[in-house]
């Protein structure tokens, strides 16, 4: 199995200021293909899951371009560049080259 | 609009079975990869179960093999968890959530608003 830790577990953020997320997997995530199967989601409070970012750094769809993701291997970051009220919620990485798995989500608050 | 939806959650007690279904619109469910995720209360995600387009990959987390088994109907645009010998740690919010190639793969592009079922005596 893959385990997938992310840090810090919460973090509490003055609106207009950067946070950032880190994501470690016990395994590297660099398919054969060349592509890096590393996933971001937001919870908000009492939703569904959705995605952020796709294969390390691709933004979804409407995804705010304040939202970035980077990283390789097995070390992998989530940046904000400038938090928002409506970022609150709880952040989670995904890795799929062995299943899936998630890491223990991180809860975003504002200050 | 495209849109998932569960049904079929409940309150059920140890060692009982359970089918969840999904039911997908605004899109042709065949097209796609799909995944089951769940989510005991007040805890993180836990991904369950994947069905591959043509129905001939299927995988399935440590905790439910053998006792969870995915399936798809594509004529009705719907997916399936049959969840047999459950126990209370089966416990919780049970999503389906459709995986899309443009490019890159967006996998969880689509999400429902999840079943709720409880495993207690």
């Known amino acids: 199995d893959i385990v997938m830790t992310q840090t810090p577990l919460s973090l509490s953020v003055t609106p207009g200021q950067p946070a950032s997320i880190s994501c470690k997997s016990s395994?590297?995530?660099?398919?054969?293909?060349?592509?890096?199967?590393l996933y971001w989601y937001l919870q908000k409070p009492g939703q569904s899951p959705h995605l952020l970012i796709s294969?390390?750094?691709n933004r979804f769809s409407g995804v705010p371009d304040r939202f970035s993701g980077s990283g390789s291997g097995t070390d992998f970051t989530l940046t904000i560049s400038r938090v928002e009220a409506e970022d609150v919620g709880i952040y989670y990485c995904m890795q799929n080259i062995y299943l899936r798995s998630f890491g223990q989500g991180t809860k975003l608050e504002i200050k | 609009e495209v849109q998932l939806v569960e049904s079929g959650g409940g309150l059920i007690q140890p060692g009982g079975s359970l089918r969840l279904s999904c039911a997908a619109s605004g899109f042709t469910l065949s097209s796609y990869e799909m995944n089951w995720v769940r989510q005991a209360p007040g805890m993180g995600l836990e991904w369950v179960s994947y069905?591959?387009?043509?129905?001939?990959?299927?995988y399935y987390s440590d905790s439910v093999r053998g006792r969870f088994t995915i399936s798809r109907d594509d004529a009705r645009n719907s997916l399936y968890l049959q969840m047999n010998s459950l126990r209370a740690e089966d416990t919780g919010v049970y999503y389906c959530?459709?995986?899309?190639?443009?490019?890159?793969?967006?996998?969880?592009?689509?999400w429902g608003k999840g079943t709720t079922v409880t495993v207690s005596s």
């Open positions: 069905i591959s387009s043509s129905g001939t990959g299927i």
């Open positions: 395994r590297s995530l660099l398919h054969s293909s060349g592509k890096t199967n």
């Open positions: 294969e390390v750094s």
């Open positions: 959530s459709r995986d899309h190639y443009s490019g890159f793969w967006a996998l969880g592009d689509v």
